[in-house]
């Protein structure tokens, strides 16, 4: 069974940045479709970011140009690096993985990824 273990949320003031890293089981984590989402306090889960086995990589508008979705398939990661953080950045985000990932479908929704990481908490303040 895969598992996926996040890191590296914490606190920030607007403006800064954080890395997070989300380190996966398995032996065919070349062949995941991986993926971040987040949730703000009452409010559903929303897609942030996902790379594709091949690298293709895919944005929600309001943060492309400030999150960066990387893989390294020799270390079974996928870091999410986020520069320029907003106070409505602030959620829980959690790592997703299609473990059935070789090929281009769009994954956009939770359900699209059948395993889920706990999620870590990034809070930024204004």
């Known amino acids: 069974q895969v598992q996926l273990v996040e890191s590296g949320g914490g606190l920030v003031q607007a403006g800064g940045s954080l890395r997070l890293s989300c380190v996966a089981s398995?032996?065919?984590?070349?062949?995941?479709?991986m993926a971040w989402f987040r949730q703000a306090p009452g409010k559903e889960r929303e897609f942030v970011a996902a790379v594709w086995w091949n690298g293709k990589t895919s944005y929600t508008d309001s943060v492309k140009g400030r999150f960066t979705i990387s893989r390294d398939n020799g270390k079974n990661t996928v870091d999410l690096q986020m520069n320029n953080l907003k106070p409505e950045d602030t959620a829980v985000y959690y790592c997703a993985a299609d473990i059935e990932g070789l090929d281009n479908r769009l994954r956009l929704r939770q359900a699209d990824y059948d395993t889920w990481g706990q999620g870590t908490q990034v809070t930024v303040s204004s």
């Open positions: 398995g032996r065919a984590f070349s062949r995941y479709a």
